[in-house]
């Protein structure tokens, strides 16, 4: 096997994984500790400790290939795992999600891979990314229904944005079909350093909804910061994440601050505007950041004839891109929401 022991011996796994931007055939082994390691495919590796278990855990970067921050965040994890330096107490995947993205400094190739879950892929034309969103939820689904007990699950997509954010760190909480949002979550995300939350309300083709609407998984996209490239991140910026995280996959259960609302910016999606026309542009500039309110009244966005006001007093700003495909999400807004009975 060419890889396995430059696997075995240097944990690096993203150099692999670049090294192999389409498939990987699969191998495993077991660590010293009696940790079971699996690489399914290229990007694709699982730990299984020998103990044992509680929590099946899926940690996934690269699915937008030029977010490098929490591609070094996993690749560290990694690294420490099968070199021994970090004891797994839980069942982890790693998921690497657009290898070719990550080596051309890319969002993506072709299409967006985080619009191509929960069946979005079934599509007559194939390209590499729709290949992969179906092999990646493939391997989602064979990891969380692996075993049928009553197993805990989550699924933290990692991301950055694209603009700078008043909140440099947010997550998004996939729709839940009326299901409530949980506290114990809020407490993991403000552990990480994150305080601010967007409730989605409608269904999506991303891989965080795919794994929340599938298994039931607490699942999150989480917006550590700026998209940056490799070696530029300040990586003091993530180190509460990053400790966070290997609390979760190494320890049987992890101690929270107490739950007080007062800690939270809580927002609710107040409506998604898609890019239907070719002439499509925004009235304020690429350095106005993610979370700017505006006033009832002004212009959002153009879309060919059609332009957006803003609707209600400080309707914010999420992700505006003029860029993308016909079709597809280029604004969400959003507004505060109250932590109240929706909330266990
Ligand atoms: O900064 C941007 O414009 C995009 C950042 C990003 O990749 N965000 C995710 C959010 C996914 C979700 O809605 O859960 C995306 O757009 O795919
Ligand atoms: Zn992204």
């Known amino acids: 096997?060419?890889?396995?022991?430059?696997?075995?011996?240097?944990?690096?796994?993203?150099?692999?994984?670049?090294?192999?931007?389409?498939?990987?055939?699969?191998?495993?082994?077991?660590?010293?500790?009696?940790?079971?390691?699996?690489?399914?495919?290229?990007?694709?590796?699982?730990?299984?400790?020998?103990?044992?278990?509680?929590?099946?855990?899926?940690?996934?970067?690269?699915?937008?290939?030029?977010?490098?921050?929490?591609?070094?965040?996993?690749?560290?994890?990694?690294?420490?795992?099968?070199?021994?330096?970090?004891?797994?107490?839980?069942?982890?995947?790693?998921?690497?999600?657009?290898?070719?993205?990550?080596?051309?400094?890319?969002?993506?190739?072709?299409?967006?891979?985080?619009?191509?879950?929960?069946?979005?892929?079934?599509?007559?034309?194939?390209?590499?990314?729709?290949?992969?969103?179906?092999?990646?939820?493939?391997?989602?689904?064979?990891?969380?229904?692996?075993?049928?007990?009553?197993?805990?699950?989550?699924?933290?997509?990692?991301?950055?944005?694209?603009?700078?954010?008043?909140?440099?760190?947010?997550?998004?909480?996939?729709?839940l079909h009326g299901k409530p949002w949980k506290k114990s979550q809020l407490q993991f995300l403000l552990s990480c350093g994150v305080n601010t939350v967007l409730m989605m309300r409608s269904a999506a083709t991303t891989f965080s909804y795919f794994s929340s609407y599938q298994f039931g998984a607490d699942a999150f996209t989480i917006e550590l910061g700026q998209v940056k490239p490799f070696g530029e991140n300040n990586m003091a910026s993530f180190a509460k994440t990053k400790e966070t995280l290997k609390a979760l996959i190494s320890q049987e259960e992890v101690e929270y601050k107490e739950f007080n609302a007062n800690d939270f910016e809580p927002f609710t999606v107040y409506r998604t505007i898609n890019r239907t026309q070719a002439e499509f542009s925004f009235p304020f500039p690429d350095s106005a950041e993610n979370f700017t309110g505006f006033a009832k009244g002004e212009l959002l966005a153009t879309d060919g004839d059609k332009q957006y006001f803003a609707e209600v007093e400080g309707e914010a700003i999420i992700f505006p891109n003029a860029n993308v495909a016909l079709g597809q999400r280029a604004l969400l807004t959003v507004i505060p929401l109250e932590v109240d009975e929706n909330f266990i």
């Open 1 to 175: 096997m060419t890889y396995l022991a430059e696997l075995k011996q240097s944990g690096d796994f993203l150099t692999i994984t670049r090294n192999n931007e389409f498939t990987l055939e699969p191998v495993n082994f077991t660590l010293d500790n009696g940790t079971l390691v699996e690489v399914h495919d290229t990007g694709v590796i699982q730990f299984t400790p020998a103990g044992e278990t509680t929590k099946d855990i899926v940690l996934s970067s690269a699915v937008h290939g030029n977010e490098t921050a929490p591609i070094e965040i996993c690749d560290e994890l990694i690294q420490h795992i099968i070199t021994g330096k970090l004891a797994l107490a839980q069942r982890v995947l790693f998921i690497f999600g657009n290898p070719k993205s990550i080596n051309i400094g890319k969002r993506f190739v072709d299409e967006n891979l985080n619009r191509l879950f929960n069946g979005a892929h079934n599509q007559e034309t194939d390209n590499p990314e729709k290949v992969r969103a179906q092999k990646l939820e493939g391997y989602v689904r064979a990891f969380f229904e692996q075993d049928d007990g009553e197993r805990y699950r989550c699924h933290y997509d990692l991301h950055t944005a694209i603009r700078g954010s008043k909140n440099e760190k947010f997550a998004v909480y996939p729709f």
